[in-house]
């Protein structure tokens, strides 16, 4: 029998475009300070991706890398296998969605949309048939003749989307696109840009510092702090794993403790903290990067607010109940937001469900309680 021997260069080929973008080692450096510090990047063919980070973590630079508007100063971009190093913004196959829309004020809709069209020679016909697409696309097509000034923010948004889509580019670049909206607007333009995204199939980048909404729209998440990525994962891992305390405080809401081990066996970790609470963890709970911790080993623990339970009587529970008392309570209409003053000095977070119950008055005794599963370890930061 003849076995056929795979060709290497097709393989690695097929394996390159499942990537419609990858940064290899890219530096970013502006007079002296390093905004992006050796990211190594993959987002794949068709994805919602987001990059997500405090302001001033370099995230908004590595979107203009990726676009050309900035040069690396080290490293290599790369989109759908090609190189990105000689390839000026204009001729990359990439379009981007700016924070401010960006929108020509004397120009109509339609026009604002034809623009790019016109500037690289389309002809009319074919012009006006990718507009009527791209309006269609965005429903935005009863505002043809008006003016950006005689439209909403939302719909200024739908006009700066439909612009960057109407070439149909390989990758779609947003940075911030849903800052300048109001929370409602926003809510319903998180629905509509992933609607948009599971119909065209086309990658998505975005750039945001809401958490919110980059858990709400994303295939995966890279989280950056300081100019570098310090987790790339799904929504859930990174809410649910976090491999650091500044990501686990970063994403969402959560409790953080610092202690020592002072207990280690197959099933349970015991954390002294430095207030003196022993707090159980199960030991499958650890730092997302699969360190083992041992006996004596400096650790963070993390417990979200929505996993802690409470009760003006003392539960019959062995293990992480404490008692405290009641500080504030912030009534949030979907759920209710209280805050604990441990006796240990220890302030906590405490989520729950609006369920119509009567709320405790302030400076009530009330007891914190929650599983050992619903707590994570992670190691500290090495400095």
Known sequence: MTQTVPNIETTQTQAQTQNDVELRKVFKVFEGHTAVRGVDLNIRQGEFFSILGPSGCGKTTMLRLIAGFETPSAGEIMIRGQSMSQTPAYRRPVNTVFQSYALFNHLSVKDNIAFGLRIKGFGRAETEEKVAQALQLVKMEKFVDRYPNQISGGQQQRVALARALVNRPAVLLLDEPLGALDLKLRKQMQMELSNLHRDLGVTFVMVTHDQEEAMSMSDRIAVMYEGRIEQIGSPQEIYECPESPFIAD???????????????SDSTMVVKTDSGLNIFVEQSKMSGKD??????????????????????????????????????????????????????????MVRQANIEETLPNLNTPIYVYWSKQSCLALSEPRV
């Open 250 to 264: 970063f994403i969402g809401d959560t409790n953080l403790f610092q202690g020592r081990v002072e207990h280690n």
């Open 291 to 348: 360190e083992e911790i041992y006996g004596g080993a400096s650790v963070v623990l993390s417990v979200r607010p929505e996993k802690v339970n409470l009760s003006l009587y003392s539960p019959d529970v062995s293990e992480n109940c404490f008692e405290g008392r009641l500080t504030n309570v912030m009534y949030m209409g979907t759920h209710i937001h209280y805050q604990i003053n441990l006796l240990s000095g220890d302030k906590m």
